[in-house]
């Protein structure tokens, strides 16, 4: 879709629901691709209770691709979701880490404290970049976790 200004005023504050009616938050802002003038992908603030909230917290600035989104009007409707797995007491933790620094970590002390298995996962910027295009669903998984630091870049 392309954006115009006016688009983005009028887009930003949008109630955002999935196809099934679940009320997931509001439009907080656009992701653009500034080359094509085109929008990348929608950043939705979670709200307490919401549907959106119960998969991934009561978070601020959910990065949701545009292609999920199905339409466009007095409200935004985007494909309903169904988690494949659910953060539970006996889950594991994985953690990607994008990063061309390379440094021992030592998982022993937080699998302790957390009384879980935590699985580090390294990649560099070449891996990661030849990754994106070989395989999707390993980066759409990974998209789909939480990012606690830095940026991740939708595909």
Not at 3 to 10: A, L, P, Q, T
Not at 118 to 143: G, R
């Amino acid at each position: 879709m392309a954006i115009s200004e006016k688009g983005y005023s009028e887009l930003v504050k949008k109630d955002v629901f999935t196809a099934k009616g679940m009320f997931c938050g509001k439009i907080s802002d656009i992701d653009l691709d500034m080359e094509k003038f085109r929008i990348k992908a929608l950043v939705i603030d979670t709200e307490k209770g919401s549907f959106l909230s119960s998969i991934v917290g009561d978070r601020r600035g959910v990065i949701v691709p545009f292609q999920m989104v199905q339409a466009i009007g007095d409200v935004v409707i985007i494909k309903h979701v169904t988690p494949s797995a659910m953060d539970d007491e006996i889950s594991d933790i994985d953690i990607c880490l994008i990063t061309n620094i390379k440094k021992e970590f030592l998982l022993e002390k937080y699998e302790n404290k957390l009384n879980r298995k935590v699985s580090l996962h390294e990649y560099n910027d070449n891996f990661w970049n030849k990754a994106k295009k070989l395989n999707t669903n390993l980066i759409n998984s990974i998209c789909n976790g939480i990012v606690l630091s830095g940026e991740l870049e939708i595909l």
